[in-house]
């Protein structure tokens, strides 16, 4: 999916399903990824890349929004395949190098079939380059990133401030209707409600997710519009 001259969205159904979480691509001089699936999606990516006419060797940086499995399944290899630098935030980075174990609560794993069990055991890739707060990085004019903790810690937003775009990761998601990430997976909930107000905050006209289809048409003022329910459904409890 196209969503500006430069940024595409490699999707699985419904951004669900074998292979995860929604992928990036980010084109400029060279390639960025962000996010990369569970196991087995480099494939997909891979023949995305080539797809535009570009080589595993042309992907300089791969972008973590948060360090769950469903995010960076793929990471290792693409990382042994093209060499790319590996970019997230400082308090995530111990789940993605494997300093942490991802953090899967065992009566959700009792639940869940073998197979899918296995797609949430990573492998420990060092990260390359820490961002935080404000920083900004040298992609499509500039991307701002804003550190935005709650479904994880090290959770990032990428805001492309000359696109006016802005990926979310897991902050929020998009399936059938805005909604809150799953609260099994979520730390902090009070942390993400805040989150998500700060994303509510952005100027943009796209707006980007972890799980879901995109939003192109009013998607700031739909973001908005949640982010005011949202405050005033969780002002009480938290």
């Known amino acids: 999916m196209k969503l500006r001259t430069h940024v595409y969205q490699l999707s699985s159904m419904w951004g669900t399903g074998i292979w995860g979480a ?12 962000v996010d ?48 790319a630098k590996i970019v997230a935030h400082p308090a995530d980075a111990p789940y993605i190098d494997g300093r942490l174990p991802q953090p899967v609560k065992p009566g959700w794993v009792s639940r869940t079939p073998s197979p899918l069990r296995q797609q949430w055991a990573t492998t ?76 509510a905050s952005l100027d943009f006209d796209i707006i980007c997710f972890g799980h879901g289809s995109p939003l192109v048409h009013n998607a700031r003022s739909i973001v908005s519009d949640f982010a005011e329910i949202l405050d005033s459904k969780y002002r009480i409890i938290y």
């Open 22 to 33: 929604n992928v990036f691509l980010l084109i400029d001089e060279k390639l960025s990824i």
């Open 124 to 199: 420990p890739v060092a990260v390359d380059i820490l961002v935080n707060e404000g920083d900004e990085l040298p992609i499509l004019g500039g991307i701002k990133i804003l550190h935005t903790p709650g479904h994880t810690p090290g959770s990032i937003c990428l805001f492309l401030q000359e696109e006016r775009l802005v990926i979310v990761g897991d902050v929020l998601a998009n399936r059938f209707g805005l909604g809150l990430p799953a609260r099994s997976f979520t730390s902090d909930m009070a942390q993400e409600i805040n989150s998500i107000k700060r994303v």
């Open 36 to 83: 990369t699936g569970f196991k087995g999606r480099y494939r997909q990516i891979l023949k995305q890349v080539r797809k535009l006419g570009y080589t595993p060797s042309d992907i300089a940086r791969i972008i973590i929004t948060h360090h769950h499995a469903d995010h960076v399944g793929s990471l290792a290899v693409l990382k042994e395949i093209t060499g």
